[in-house]
């Protein structure tokens, strides 16, 4: 693939380029400042050089935005497919599937278990309760869900005995057939960083087993750093050890804002004081 085009450094090439002729010329010119064609013929070369920098520039944004476009077309796609999967027995109980949602071409992907009973009213991931608590989560490091892709491993809601009352975590058959989607999702989307949230997605991503032990240690997927936390919904389920729970999150949160090389919001010293999740 092409370097990107930086303009300042085609400018700089051409002045290279200009003095280097302008030396040529003196060797039969002692009085070139006074010459005008050579003027003239400086003008044109700087010129001709600036307007293929300006003219390549754009290039570039177009195709990032390309890419982008492309992502978001490759998504809405999978999403189709989503929408008419019987793959798995939960198509059988499901209101809405629940595909992901985000930044088509993200540096930072969420990975969840599935959806709940608000996301299968809305068909979108992480709006429920556990939904709000991420969103903070996600602004408290100086990000907004625009900026990063959420998804599930199941697209669709598992609940006890497919009652539709109770959620319940996806079975290692229903996780082995939704696996796909999420799969095409991570080669479209391309994140620098995957944060897995909680025991299932850790195990459906990357059958590793030990949410507990792991939690704050990179994994690795397919050549992306893989940080495994907390779900958001345990952190509500956690009672007194809530508060101690979500700063253990911040922790891992604090790691994958390194690894992204983005400033780390300076929350520390108001720890002691922090209304926790909220
Ligand atoms: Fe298909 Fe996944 Fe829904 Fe099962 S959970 S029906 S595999 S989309």
């Not at 992502?71 to 198509?91: D, F, G, K, N, Y």
């Not at 989607?181 to 590793?208: D, R």
Request: overall charge neutral; aromatic content about 4%; proline content about 9%.
């Amino acid at each position: 693939m092409a370097e990107p085009l930086d303009p300042m450094n085609e400018l700089r090439t051409a002045i290279r380029d200009l003095i280097e002729w302008a030396n040529l010329e003196r060797e039969t010119s002692p009085v070139i400042e006074c010459d005008p064609a050579l003027l003239g013929e400086l003008e044109r070369c700087l010129s001709t050089r600036l307007k293929s920098a300006v003219a390549k520039a754009p290039t570039q944004t177009a195709s990032t935005e390309e890419r982008r476009s492309r992502a978001a077309a490759a998504l809405a796609a999978i999403a189709e497919r989503v929408a008419r999967c019987t793959r798995c027995p939960l198509h059988r109980t499901r209101h809405r599937t629940v595909p992901g949602q985000g930044n088509p071409a993200p540096e930072l992907m969420f990975i969840g278990e599935g959806p709940g009973e608000e996301e299968d009213r809305q068909g979108l991931a992480f709006v429920g309760p556990a939904g709000q608590l991420l969103t903070r989560l996600i602004h408290r490091m100086g990000l907004t869900r625009e900026d990063v892709f959420i998804a599930n491993i199941v697209k669709c809601r598992p609940t006890i005995n497919d009652a539709g009352v109770r959620d319940r975590p996806p079975t290692d058959e229903e996780m082995a057939a939704c696996i796909p989607y999420l799969l095409e999702q991570i080669e479209v989307l391309q994140p620098k960083v995957i944060v897995c949230l909680g025991a299932t997605a850790l195990y459906g991503l990357l059958h590793l087993k030990g949410i507990s032990r792991l939690r704050g240690h990179w994994q690795e997927f397919r050549g992306i750093p893989v940080m495994p936390t907390y779900h958001p919904s345990y952190l509500l389920r956690s009672g007194g050890d809530q508060r101690a729970r979500y700063w253990e999150v911040w922790d891992d949160m604090v790691q994958v804002l390194q690894r992204l090389g983005r400033p780390v919001p300076d929350v520390g010293r108001r720890r002691p004081s922090a209304p926790g999740p909220g």
